[in-house]
């Protein structure tokens, strides 16, 4: 008996931020031309995670959150 391999993908971690920060776009908490820092409010305790996770990407905190919703892939550089 041979064993199929289901190749599945991981979506990184940052996705996951990304579309928690449009649900709050979307339900006007925030609006697209805000800063990041405005959802550091929101995130509470996971914050210092999350502000790690944006600048390990060249986010600034005073960069629009339209920013961080427009990228389309998170893959890391090697």
Partial sequence: ?????INQTVAH???KFQRQV???????????????WKVAF?????WSHWRKEME??????HDPIEDLLAVES???EE
């Fill in 1 to 5: 008996m041979s064993k199929t391999m």
């Fill in 13 to 15: 971690p940052m996705v």
């Fill in 56 to 61: 390990d990407f060249d986010f600034s905190m």
């Fill in 74 to 76: 998170w893959e890391e």
């Fill in 42 to 46: 929101l995130f509470g305790d996971e």
């Fill in 22 to 36: 449009k649900s709050l776009v979307k339900r006007q908490v925030v609006q697209p031309t805000d800063s990041i």
